[in-house]
């Protein structure tokens, strides 16, 4: 199924009518969103993308100077299906066809607390090269700065310029917005969160300072909330309870306009390097559920954080590889925004399951780790 729409981009939800449940997403914006609902959208900004999903959709965005309407038309001509990935035997072929390498950071540079082995060797040949790096994660908890501090204390040297998490993410779609001055943004999230709606000027309540709360449901009972905040934003929340869930959801479904943004619906993360952890699309999807509303994703594979680099840097997004180690959100972000990919198997996907009948989301390619772009042969 072709899905492509023409208008401006950047689009707020403002209203939801129903849209065939049998379909597993709906785009917003070249934006994936979630399962089986249809919006009405509000144009903001112009931005000209193309969106690639692994159902075999193509969705259209092109640039308006001035409409704020938006159309879509639906065709039954599906996208070509992805040729299998291919196993990377020639590292130098690929590096030297790029400009730039937008690496992951969980699963791909470290897990947990602990660095992968190669990678500073890697990132160090890559730099000697001339090649531009660029770490993105859909790990909402820290701020670039904080992420900075993060890199340093594993005894790598990266800049807060080159980091894009999906906190910052949040923030600069807000910002690109022009979220009004006197709205307020209802975080369901950690720190870092936090921290990047305060270096934007915006004003928000919520947080980690909301996990002690508790309600005490008796007769009668009436939860007030702020009737100023025009968003939600939701990320992954180690102090999430009843009482952000109920407050989030009174501000979706009765402030007028009230936006619904996930930094990502990631199902798990690495909290250690032991085992997988419940994600942020955990939070999400309770928010999701009781607001009967679907938000709009500004972390991978969403290409917004896609077309801010290029813009950012000036890149072209054939000059990127995208490297991550997870084939619905890393994967499909590159191939989404039209990039080279590299699947890492140093992370949650295995080789099985990128060859699985089951699997329709295809790298150009496949290694073991990023240390296999240091050698000159690579083996998988």
Same mark, same amino acid.
């Given at each position: 199924m072709m899905l492509m729409t023409s208008s401006s981009t950047n689009y707020n939800i403002i209203s939801i009518s129903t849209?065939?449940?049998?379909?597993?997403?709906? /785009?917003?914006?070249?934006?994936?969103?979630?399962?089986?609902?249809?919006?009405?959208?509000?144009?903001?900004?112009? $931005?000209? !993308?193309?969106? &690639?999903? +692994?159902?075999?959709?193509?969705?259209?965005? +092109?640039?308006?100077?001035?409409? +704020?309407? #938006? =159309?879509? @038309?639906?065709?039954? &001509?599906?996208?070509a299906a992805a040729a299998a990935a291919q196993p990377l035997l020639n590292p130098d072929e690929l590096i030297d066809s790029v400009e730039t390498f937008?690496?992951?950071?969980?699963?791909v540079i470290w897990k947990g607390d602990s660095l992968i082995d190669g990678v500073p060797q890697t990132l160090d040949m890559l730099r000697s090269k001339g090649k531009r790096l660029v770490f993105v994660t859909n790990n909402s908890?820290?701020?670039?700065?904080?992420?900075?501090?993060?890199?340093?204390?594993?005894?790598? !040297?990266?800049?807060?310029? @080159?980091?894009?998490? #999906?906190?910052?993410?949040?923030?600069?779609?807000?910002?690109?917005?022009d979220f009004p001055k006197d709205k307020k943004v209802y975080v369901v999230g950690e720190d870092g969160i936090l921290k990047e709606l305060q270096l934007a000027g915006i004003q928000y309540l919520g947080g980690p300072d909301d996990g002690g709360k508790n309600i005490e449901l008796k007769p009668g009972y009436l939860m007030e909330h702020d009737e100023s905040v025009g968003a939600v934003v939701v990320g992954f929340d180690r102090?999430?309870?009843?009482?952000? $869930?109920?407050?989030?959801?009174?501000?979706?479904?009765?402030?007028?306009?009230?936006?619904?943004?996930?930094?990502?619906?990631?199902?798990?993360? &690495?909290?250690?390097?032991?085992?997988?952890?419940?994600?942020?699309? +955990?939070?999400?999807g309770a928010i999701s559920g009781s607001t009967q509303r679907e938000p709009? /994703?500004?972390?991978?594979? #969403?290409?917004?954080?896609?077309?801010?680099?290029?813009? =950012?840097?000036? $890149?072209?997004?054939?000059q990127i590889c995208m490297v991550g180690d997870r084939l619905d959100t890393d994967i499909l972000f590159g191939r989404n925004g039209g990039c080279k990919t590299l699947l890492v198997l140093s992370g949650v996907t295995s080789l099985s399951m990128l060859q699985s009948p089951n699997n329709s989301i295809q790298p150009d390619f496949y290694a073991r780790g990023i240390s296999d772009l240091s050698l000159k042969v690579a083996s998988v």
């Open positions: 849209c065939s449940s049998s379909r597993r997403s709906c /785009v917003a914006g070249g934006t994936l969103i979630g399962p089986s609902l249809n919006y009405r959208f509000l144009a903001n900004k112009n $931005i000209s !993308t193309t969106t &690639h999903l +692994s159902s075999g959709w193509r969705i259209n965005s +092109s640039s308006s100077s001035s409409s +704020s309407s #938006s =159309k879509m @038309e639906i065709s039954n &001509h599906p996208a937008i690496f992951d950071c969980d699963g908890t820290k701020s670039r700065k904080q992420y900075g501090k993060k890199f340093e204390t594993l005894g790598l !040297t990266v800049s807060e310029e @080159e980091i894009f998490a #999906s906190s910052f993410a949040a923030a600069a779609y807000l910002k690109s917005i102090y999430f309870n009843y009482y952000k $869930i109920q407050y989030a959801t009174l501000c979706i479904r009765e402030n007028p306009g009230c936006l619904f943004i996930a930094t990502n619906r990631d199902a798990v993360t &690495h909290l250690t390097d032991a085992q997988e952890w419940a994600g942020g699309g +955990s939070m999400v709009l /994703v500004v972390g991978k594979p #969403s290409t917004f954080m896609m077309d801010y680099l290029a813009t =950012k840097f000036g $890149i072209l997004k054939s």
